[in-house]
């Protein structure tokens, strides 16, 4: 993770249209989740000591920490959950937002989840969870512009 602080990360148009590519490799929705299972596995560590109630996403049925760090021009995000798929999810996310400014994240539209078909083949909890996730990026975007 810490390379890609370093340098900038390809365009969120550009981070949706490699995801959906690497989707459009696998034939079936197990293969695709045994990937999301493997891109959550990847996730960097995140520490115990921020496994705390402050930084629980809430409307998720799984248990998902978020951290965001920098400011309006570059924020950047950590996250993990304690389900496998929903760490997967999370890994997606942070390839679309982390390290963009706070004004881009804003603007940015997941359009990954459908040309993928993930919202046809996640559970209800799973979808509200990813909205969630979604919902507490572009929260801490909209604070850190009003900083």
């Known amino acids: 993770m810490n390379a890609q602080r370093d340098s900038a990360p390809p365009s969120t148009d550009a981070a949706q249209a490699e995801i959906a590519e690497e989707f459009a490799f696998f034939g079936d929705w197990t293969e695709r989740y045994q990937y999301l299972i493997d891109l959550g ?3 960097p560590p995140f520490p115990d000591a921020l496994k705390i109630d402050a930084n629980k996403v809430s409307g998720c049925q799984s248990l998902v920490w978020l951290v965001a760090s ?3 021009h570059r ?4 996250a993990i959950s304690d389900s496998a798929i929903v760490s997967g999810l999370i890994a997606l996310l942070l390839r679309v937002y982390s390290g963009r400014s706070a004004a881009e994240i804003i ?9 993928i078909g993930l919202a046809k083949h996640l559970s209800p909890t799973r ?10 990026i572009k929260r801490h975007a909209r604070e850190a512009l009003a900083d």
């Open 70 to 72: 920098g400011d309006s």
């Open 75 to 78: 924020l950047d995000f950590e």
């Open 41 to 43: 596995r990847k996730l």
């Open 107 to 115: 603007a940015t539209e997941p359009k990954f989840i459908e040309a």
């Open 127 to 136: 979808s509200n969870g990813l909205a969630a996730m979604l919902a507490e």
